[in-house]
């Protein structure tokens, strides 16, 4: 099976752009949940869907948004980008049915904000 | 909301030894507690993972141990060799929440 995949794989914006990133999840996986990662700060979580429904969404400000088609792929969208959202976005899709344990990670997007 | 910290953040150690990565967390209610690997420029990946119900897990040369009363949970790599340096990060689910991950663990194994 393909893995995750994720694009673009690297994307350079500028800032009060906004940005669309895409994942295809592994073929059979309903559930998919998006990471920004941040040198030293980990994985903060983002979204979390399972059969285009969002079932839970962190603590970031509401530029942030996403969705999930009846394909299961992805999509998050960022609006009015600023310095601060530069990082890596990952996308994870889990098989557990909507219990999103045992995730299964893209190689990520790296957004760069200038 | 659930809360991880992982300690330490930058740990070598010498090939052949062993490397322990210990994290704590707050929600009593957390009972999945997986560990991830990322390589450099790679993306994670899931190396191991233990439930609220069992206190120890191995899988050939890593394990991890759970103490749920002090809400602790610490992964172990023995033999360490070189492949073994990346970032490890460390996890906790409570119940249908989503996972909270610990800030990362860079190990370095120096030949």
């Known amino acids: 099976k393909a893995g995750v995949t994720q694009t673009p794989r690297y994307l350079i914006k500028t800032r009060g752009q906004q940005v669309t990133l895409s994942c295809s999840p592994i073929?059979?996986?309903?559930?998919v949940s998006w990471y920004q990662q941040t040198p030293g700060q980990g994985l903060q979580f983002l979204f979390e869907y399972f059969s285009e429904t969002q079932r839970n969404k962190g603590n970031f400000p509401g530029r942030f948004s996403g969705r999930q088609f009846s394909n299961s792929r992805s999509e998050m969208n960022v609006s009015t980008l600023e310095l601060g959202d530069s990082a890596l976005y990952l996308c994870?899709?889990?098989?557990?049915?909507?219990?999103?344990?045992?995730?299964?990670f893209g190689s990520g997007t790296q957004l760069s904000v200038l | 909301g659930e809360n991880v910290e992982q300690h330490p953040s930058t740990l070598s150690v010498q090939e052949g030894d062993s490397a322990v990565i210990k994290c704590t967390y707050s929600?009593?209610?957390?009972?999945?507690f997986p560990w991830y690997k990322q390589e450099l420029g790679k993306r994670p990946q899931l190396i191991i993972d233990i439930r609220s119900n069992v206190g120890e897990k191995k899988d050939q040369r890593i394990a991890v141990t759970l103490n749920k009363t002090a809400k602790h949970f610490s992964l172990h790599i023995t033999e360490t060799q070189p492949e073994d340096s990346a970032v490890y990060f460390c996890?906790?689910?409570?119940?249908?929440?989503?996972?909270?991950f610990g800030k990362g663990t860079r190990l370095s194994v120096i030949a």
């Open positions: 996890a906790a689910k409570p119940g249908n929440t989503p996972l909270v």
């Open positions: 929600d009593s209610a957390s009972n999945y």
């Open positions: 994870a899709s889990s098989p557990d049915r909507g219990r999103n344990e045992k995730l299964f």
């Open positions: 073929s059979g996986h309903r559930s």
